[in-house]
């Protein structure tokens, strides 16, 4: 990121503004369209200055989403998971036989998906075979390993590790509290879970897992972002972005970084896909770009009211990042060069 | 059971502007209190929105038989802010006395409708600010029932107190704090206004078991006599060592 000088300037006129009709719920570049999630149940897909509108969930609410820069894929409300490719395909993946809410999706290797509902766990593979499990509890996190056929899914005191296509039960890690988001390291040897209880949760994976606790947050940190080399995570919830190191052990008895410290609750954080530069989103509206190694710190949009940032997508190259906001407000900053 | 109702009112907030309220609807023998302190225990949710009242319906036909039976529905009658007293027409008019005193006896303060086929205006089930500190203007029961207290047996049961002018906020919070802390399993529902030695505007609090919120609201009016009240509804409650600690608090 040489791009980016070391004293604080705006880029706020290189933000092209976007405008929805109701709360982002998650966006993702796949290829060079930008695709929007939204709370009314439709999809907006960005390409070249043109939106085209996909009604995702007719008359029914989008409640989550997530995307492997080919496919965005959703659930809501009405009990189906659809996933949208770039070219405006949309396919119904998985539909709940009971109707009930889509509280989880994730992607996973070779176009796998998974998603819950209730206590029921689903994994779909790209054949379109399905397997099952029921979980202790409703989950709201879902995680594939970056290899292999695994998925991780957070629940009331734990997390389960699954292999979809294996006869044996999941293997069971607990820990006390109601665990609410997933993600897995990208050289798959740790697993992170934030917690309703203002606190993340980590297990180094191996024969015996160890713990580790990130606790201190004034909220619960919902958005987990790892560096692009795997060695840092950021988080949500506090007035500053959170980043542990995942270096060697972990961060297990070592101090946080603190980054961008405003009078503002950081609502979402997103590393860049090749450098240590995190984008940092407030729940004022604000949005900061942070060079993690001087700190120092660029506008790329001032407070707005009642437009707190609840998505961050950085696009492959990492020259474009696409932001959108609670009141359906969005905007595509392109870095200069 | 609390992430699941945060995590469905997190759906919904998402989607503010699509409804008019949220109205959870709990099974038939729940507590209400774990419901109710998810919207002062849960930041996301206590931002986004507002708890308003606690409605209970209680049937006229069965419901003594539910007291004697079963405690959480004393704890329901014991927590509403409104109560619709339904199937009227399949009770005498003595019986329904006597079950309306039952209710009396265990919150004189509810909003109190007697129904068939629950047909009550909307508007007197939303909307109600029960929660709000700026809508706790009195604390008047809605109905005196001059012979409450031969019900004192229930163990589920209102207790109010008094204090003809000021109290000391240094002795009354460190007081109703701890009070809140050790006897908070046992206090389903308290509210209070208070005159703060010293102190131009009323103190009003409301909690729910050893949650409290409360805060100065407006000036007390000339013509108003500034007193100190609070009002307890629970389960057990020490009479004696309560009122006793609140008087203690006097300025």
């Avoid at chain 1, 995307?67 to 809501?76: A, P, S, Y």
């Avoid at chain 1, 993946?93 to 509902?117: E, F, H, T």
């Avoid at chain 2, 907030?13 to 507590?31: H, N, P, Q, S, Y």
Wanted: hydrophobic share 45%; net charge negative; with cysteine.
């Amino acid at each position: 990121m040489d791009s980016i000088p070391a004293q604080p300037v705006s880029l706020t006129q290189h933000v092209a503004p976007l405008e929805h009709a109701s709360h982002v719920i998650a966006m993702g570049w796949l290829g060079d369209t930008l695709a929007v999630a939204l709370a009314d149940g439709t999809v907006a897909l960005h390409r070249d200055g043109i939106t085209t509108t996909i009604a995702a969930h007719p008359d029914a609410g989008l409640l989550v989403a997530a995307h492997d820069r080919k496919r965005l894929v959703t659930g809501g409300d009405d009990g189906r998971v659809v996933a949208i490719s770039g070219d405006d395909k949309v396919e119904e993946l998985g539909r709940d036989a009971k109707r009930r809410w889509i509280d989880a999706v994730a992607m996973g290797p070779n176009d796998s998906i998974a998603w819950s509902a209730g206590k029921t766990i689903t994994a779909r593979e790209a054949s379109g075979a399905l397997k099952s499990f029921e979980a202790p509890s409703s989950a709201q996190g879902l995680a594939f390993a970056p290899k292999g056929y695994r998925l991780m899914v957070a629940h009331v005191n734990g997390v389960s590790l699954w292999f979809p296509n294996a006869k044996a039960a999941p293997e069971s890690l607990e820990w006390k509290g109601s665990h609410l988001d997933a993600t897995w390291s990208p050289d798959g040897r740790f697993i992170v879970t934030s917690l309703l209880e203002n606190a993340l949760h980590g297990w180094r994976l191996g024969a015996k897992p160890s713990h580790m606790r990130m606790t201190g947050y004034p909220a619960k940190p919902r958005s987990l972002s790892w560096s692009h080399d795997g060695l840092w995570l950021s988080s949500s919830g506090a007035e500053a972005v959170i980043i542990w190191p995942f270096q060697g052990d972990g961060p297990q008895g070592k101090a946080p970084r603190e980054c961008g410290v405003r009078r503002a609750r950081v609502s979402q954080g997103a590393f860049h896909p090749g450098s240590y530069v995190i984008a940092a989103g407030y729940d004022d509206g604000c949005i900061l770009l942070i060079r993690m190694t001087d700190a120092s710190e660029l506008l790329v949009r001032p407070a707005v009211r009642d437009s707190a940032i609840t998505a961050f997508a950085w696009d492959k190259p990492g020259r474009r990042l696409a932001f959108g906001c609670a009141d359906g407000q969005g905007g595509i900053l392109t870095l200069p060069t | 059971m609390r992430g699941d109702l945060i995590r469905i009112l997190d759906g919904l907030m998402k989607r503010k502007g699509k409804f008019d309220a949220i109205i959870v609807e709990t099974t038939g023998l729940a507590d209400p209190a774990p419901v109710a302190q998810t919207f002062f225990v849960d930041q996301d949710v206590g931002a986004a929105t507002r708890l308003d009242a606690v409605v209970t319906v209680a049937d006229a036909k069965w419901l003594q038989d539910r007291l004697k039976d079963a405690p959480e529905a004393r704890n329901q009658i014991a927590f509403a802010d409104v109560i619709i007293l339904n199937k009227i027409d399949l009770v005498t008019p003595a019986a329904l006395a006597e079950v309306e005193a039952r209710i009396r006896a265990i919150n004189p303060y509810a909003k109190l409708h007697r129904t068939q086929k629950c047909d009550v205006p909307v508007s007197e089930l939303l909307g109600r600010n029960a929660f709000d500190l700026d809508r706790i203007l009195d604390l008047e029961p809605d109905f005196l029932e001059e012979g409450h207290h031969h019900h004192h047996a229930d163990d589920v049961r209102s207790l109010s107190f008094r204090i003809d002018g000021d109290v000391d906020p240094e002795k009354f919070m460190p007081w109703i704090n701890d009070l809140t802390q050790i006897d908070g399993p046992s206090i389903l529902r308290a509210k209070g206004i208070l005159a703060f030695k010293d102190e131009p505007k009323r103190f009003v609090f409301q909690g729910v078991h050893m949650i409290l919120d409360g805060d100065l609201q407006r000036d007390w009016k000339p013509e108003e006599t500034r007193s100190s009240r609070m009002v307890f509804i629970g389960r057990d409650l020490d009479e004696a060592k309560i009122r006793q600690g609140f008087l203690a608090c006097a300025a």
